[in-house]
């Protein structure tokens, strides 16, 4: 069974903080991905990877930046944490074979005040 | 115009009813494409893939039109725990095979 685990699930962070989620995969996954989800407007891809030290951008990556160092980890970083980047972020990772299913983590919630 | 578009609902249906959701691509090079569920405050997993013939799990159908660009999932005899959120999803970055595209889901209410 596929796991994908993130190191948090709740996070309260103050404006101009510098932000770290982690996120850990089981299953010997080449790819991983960071996405945000906002009411209304679906999961958005902020950035990938294809293997590690391999970085790809999404569709919203301004303001952040990732780090995969080992094949089952991938950070997402928040250099200067702001207000807008209140959301919740799920971590998801897939095989490069097949038909690229997807597989999530529970999701960070976090809170820029 | 989004790439993968759905309506957003809420349907809100009885128990035992038939329903379906409708989901449009706008990639027709798009190559793989699933049904994704997502529980209130949890993650998405994945509730089926749709072939190009149509398949079906159980109360669950999925259909493929290629020529529309066309995505559906009819659920027949709902139960309260099919509630949840459906969201359509598409491979069709031209530039990377591993990337999907999620439409922003259709939410689905089945009443007592």
């Known amino acids: 069974d596929v796991k994908v685990t993130q190191s948090s699930r709740y996070l309260v962070k103050r404006t101009g903080e510098k932000v770290f989620l982690e996120c850990v995969q089981d299953m010997d996954h080449e790819n991983m991905f960071w996405y945000r989800q906002d009411p209304g407007l679906g999961l958005r891809l902020i950035y990938f990877?294809?293997?590690?030290?391999?970085?790809e951008k999404g569709d919203i990556p301004e303001g952040y930046s990732v780090s995969r160092e080992k094949k089952e980890r991938f950070s997402l970083i928040l250099e200067s944490a702001s207000t807008n980047q209140t959301s919740m972020y799920l971590c998801a990772s897939s095989s490069s074979g097949g038909a690229h299913e997807q597989y999530f983590g529970p999701g960070t919630r976090l809170t820029v005040t | 115009r989004k790439e993968v578009e759905q309506d957003p609902g809420p349907f809100n249906v009885p128990e035992g009813a038939t329903v379906a959701f409708n989901c449009t691509y706008s990639n027709s090079a798009s190559q793989s494409f699933f049904w994704y569920r997502q529980d209130c405050r949890k993650e998405p997993k994945l509730l089926m893939s749709?072939?190009?013939s149509g398949n079906e799990d159980g109360r669950f159908t999925a259909q493929l039109n290629r020529a529309s660009q066309y995505i559906s999932l009819l659920i027949r005899d709902s139960k309260l725990s099919d509630s949840a959120t459906y969201l359509c999803?598409?491979?069709?970055?031209?530039?990377?095979?591993?990337?999907?595209?999620f439409g922003s889901g259709t939410q689905l209410t089945v009443l007592p």
């Open positions: 990877s294809y293997d590690v030290k391999m970085k």
């Open positions: 749709v072939y190009s």
């Open positions: 999803v598409v491979n069709s970055r031209s530039g990377s095979a591993r990337q999907l595209t």
